[in-house]
């Protein structure tokens, strides 16, 4: 049995951890504010409104320590909230790192299906050889293999379901850019790109944006899609969940107001042409 010596330096150290891990979070939150502030309070490559209504900015739940450090908050659901500032800069360095390749010398990887529609588009676009649902592991490393040719550098979509291709990339040692979630460890991406990697939406934003700025940098004489086409759906701007319940709610009180004036405007019509209105029997009588 413990003394109470022995309890008391347990707590001790649970408070002391529990303080460290606050100072943590302040210490992050403080440098992702002076990296904002250094910076001009607006994003770089698009209106910051195309980030928030493809959720581009939007995490998991699960937060690793490499991408701590990005994470601006969390929302009431757990759900990890990035810099939206960051990620456009991230996105501009990563873009700005790419256009120095041509498009046979490296190759795209996304074997997620919300990536498929705009990373075919940014192919046809770009002429940039992609692998999509299943990237056959050894085709950069064994010679051996029948489809084998070399390559200068890889992207991938998700260092976790794209990993058979990052490993590849590890073998040869050739540069990887990756889209990193909040649940994905970037320690053998060289160039990170955070943000949503899980939506169409999100991935339909960083290729539109890419293809755009590749096509300017290699002079691709090609019309780019608008981003809708390269998301596949409509895209709308959602009002916050509680700004639209009190917009409903003014809406529903404007009609009630409405309906009561209709009400007394025909009573006084009624009135100005000498109709009588009728009432109860106990109403008449005074009751």
């Known amino acids: 049995m413990p003394t109470k010596k022995k309890k008391a330096d347990i707590v001790e150290k649970e408070v002391a951890i529990v303080e460290d891990s606050v100072e943590a979070q302040a210490e992050t939150a403080k440098a992702i504010k002076e990296e904002v502030k250094s910076e001009k309070e607006q994003t770089v490559l698009t209106n910051i409104e195309d ?3 493809t959720s581009s900015y939007l995490g998991t739940k699960v937060i690793t320590p490499s991408m701590r450090k990005y994470v601006y908050r969390r929302r009431m659901d757990g759900l990890a909230i990035l810099n939206t500032l960051i990620v456009d800069k991230k996105l501009k360095n990563a873009i700005d790192f790419i256009i120095q390749y041509k498009p046979q010398d490296w190759i795209l990887v996304c074997k997620r299906e919300a990536g498929w529609r705009a990373v075919k588009m940014f192919s046809e676009l770009t002429g940039v050889k992609i692998f999509t649902k299943k990237y056959p592991a050894g085709v950069i490393t064994n010679t051996v293999l029948p489809d084998f040719f070399e390559t200068k550098m890889i992207m991938i979509c998700d260092p976790w379901m794209d990993k058979n291709a990052l490993t590849d990339a590890r073998n040869v040692r ?48 090609k019309k780019l899609p608008s981003l809708e086409d390269f998301v596949g759906e409509v895209l709308t701007l959602e009002e916050p ?12 009180l404007k009609e009630a107001e409405m309906s009561i004036e209709e009400r007394f405007k025909k009573i006084a019509e009624k009135e100005a042409d000498g109709t009588s209105v009728s009432v109860g029997e106990k109403a008449a009588e005074g009751v």
């Open 51 to 53: 980030y928030i209504k």
């Open 174 to 221: 050739i540069p990887v850019v990756g889209i990193c979630n909040t649940n994905n460890n970037t320690a053998d991406v060289d160039v990170v790109i955070i943000g949503n990697n899980h939506s169409n939406k999100s991935l339909g934003l960083f290729f539109w944006l890419l293809a755009r700025e590749y096509m300017k940098a290699h002079k691709i004489d």
């Open 241 to 252: 969940k509680k700004k639209r319940k009190e917009k409903e709610a003014a809406d529903k």
